[in-house]
T-cell receptor, first 114, second 108 residues
Framework: DGGITQSPKYLFRKEGQNVTLSCEQNLNHDAMYWYRQDPGQGLRLIYY???????QKGDIAEGYSVSREKKESFPLTVTSAQKNPTAFYLCASSIAASGGGEQFFGPGTRLTVL | AQRVTQPEKLLSVFKGAPVELKCNYSYSGSPELFWYVQYSRQRLQLLLRHISRESIKGFTADLNKGETSFHLKKPFAQEEDSAMYYCAGETSGSRLTFGEGTQLTVNP
């Protein structure tokens, strides 16, 4: 494995704190994505970015924020406004921003709010 | 709204039996559809996509526009096929909409 990495693997947060999840890729992919994976609900798109310095909200963006200052990096911040943040978070990337391409996934970060 | 549904959360078969994982979609136009798989302790990865009409690890999936389905099939299941399977459709740009997932267990 390689190419797309996420850190940390496990993350614990107290209620009311913001926390940032890291996602890095060395595949030279234009597009990057953040998903949330919950049992029985599949993967739900939080944010995605098709090009540096640009990103769009996905289906469940409330309580999250992102930045895309570099092609390789797409960090996700889970803010205190996110009402149910405990989940498994997956980052992905794809070659083309215009569609038709395979998405490559990272190993995930499991966030637990205490 | 464009949507992908997988009606079975859990599916259990015996080794050597045929297996079919169901996927239905509601899309306008001609959808781009995929099956992704997540084996235990491994990353989510692409299994196959409908435009390539390929067979991967013995699995095939046919797009049925009349029934708006994209079911994944394998004639003889193996224990190593046990995994979580997700059907996904491509919406605008490169966005994917995933189904709820089906956990397949192949018993010896």
């Amino acid at each position: 494995d390689g190419g797309i990495t996420q850190s940390p693997k496990y993350l614990f947060r107290k209620e009311g704190q913001n926390v940032t999840l890291s996602c890095e890729q060395n595949l030279n992919h234009d597009a990057m994505y953040w998903y949330r994976q919950d049992p029985g609900q599949g993967l739900r798109l939080i944010y995605y970015s098709q090009i540096v310095n640009d990103f769009q909200k996905g289906d469940i963006a409330e309580g999250y924020s992102v930045s895309r200052e570099k092609k390789e990096s797409f960090p996700l911040t889970v803010t205190s406004a996110q009402k149910n943040p405990t989940a498994f978070y997956l980052c992905a990337s794809s070659i083309a921003a215009s569609g038709g391409g395979e998405q490559f996934f990272g190993p995930g970060t499991r966030l637990t709010v205490l | 709204a464009q949507r992908v549904t997988q009606p079975e959360k859990l599916l259990s078969v015996f080794k050597g039996a045929p297996v079919e994982l169901k996927c239905n979609y509601s899309y306008s136009g001609s959808p781009e559809l995929f099956w992704y798989v997540q084996y235990s302790r491994q990353r989510l990865q692409l299994l196959l996509r409908h435009i390539s009409r390929e067979s991967i690890k013995g699995f095939t999936a046919d797009l049925n526009k009349g029934e708006t389905s994209f079911h994944l099939k394998k004639p003889f299941a193996q224990e190593e096929d046990s995994a979580m399977y997700y059907c996904a459709g491509e919406t605008s740009g490169s966005r994917l909409t995933f189904g709820e997932g089906t956990q397949l267990t192949v018993n010896p």
